[in-house]
């Protein structure tokens, strides 16, 4: 067994825990922010560790271009930013266990397999999504008159709104620093 499929079980395990798992989930930002990615990540390593093994020859056809297998993940991750999704996590046992499913197995073990095969352009149509998407739902969970999940009070919804605005900008200026500081370096034609 590799070293990073060992780590992901751990990662698994840990997260499991059900003092650390409850206080993930005492706070929406520790739920959404922290212990869903953190899922998502254990799924994601997860399948570096297996993509050589697993990925056969016959299945990269269907995944040439990394497009098909990313829209699993997508949805997915959709599904795990809306508020009944969150209120159904806590109040339901079988969605608490699909969340600790499908995280890992349909978000991070996607990426896993899609991420390398997708072209830059494709790369930074997703991340423009991820940043419009997270900021423009920050703002919805900041601003909304109402509690939007019946688990969590108002200001743990302000916070969260407020985490996801932040978040958008910090992966909107580093993805700039990115492109225009870190770039590749290009050869420049000599002046004329």
Not at 22 to 31: A, D, K, N, W, Y
Not at 66 to 92: M, Y
Not at 94 to 113: D, S, V
Request: aromatic share 14%; proline share 6%; with cysteine.
């Amino acid at each position: 067994m590799k070293p990073i499929v060992f780590i992901c079980f751990i990662l698994i395990a840990a997260l499991s825990i059900p003092q650390v798992r409850t206080g993930l989930e005492s706070t929406m930002v520790g739920q959404m922010v922290i212990q869903i990615p953190l899922l998502a990540f254990t799924g994601y390593l997860f399948g570096t560790g297996i993509r050589k093994h697993v990925w056969k020859p016959e299945g990269v056809q269907y995944n040439q271009n990394g497009i098909p297998v990313l829209l699993i993940a997508i949805f997915t991750s959709i599904f795990w930013l809306l508020p009944r999704s969150l209120d159904a996590a806590l109040n339901n046992t079988t969605f608490e266990l699909a969340k600790y499913l499908t995280a890992p197995l349909l978000i991070g073990l996607p990426l896993a397999f899609s991420w390398g095969r997708l072209t830059p352009i494709v790369k930074g149509f997703i991340w423009a999504n991820v940043i419009s998407m997270l900021f423009v739902m920050g703002w919805l969970y900041a601003n909304a008159p109402i509690r939007l999940c019946n688990n969590y009070l108002k200001g743990q919804q302000v916070n969260l709104g407020i985490t996801l605005i932040g978040l958008s900008l910090f992966f909107l200026f580093s993805l700039f620093f990115k492109a225009f500081f870190i770039g590749e370096k290009r050869i420049s034609p000599p002046l004329r």
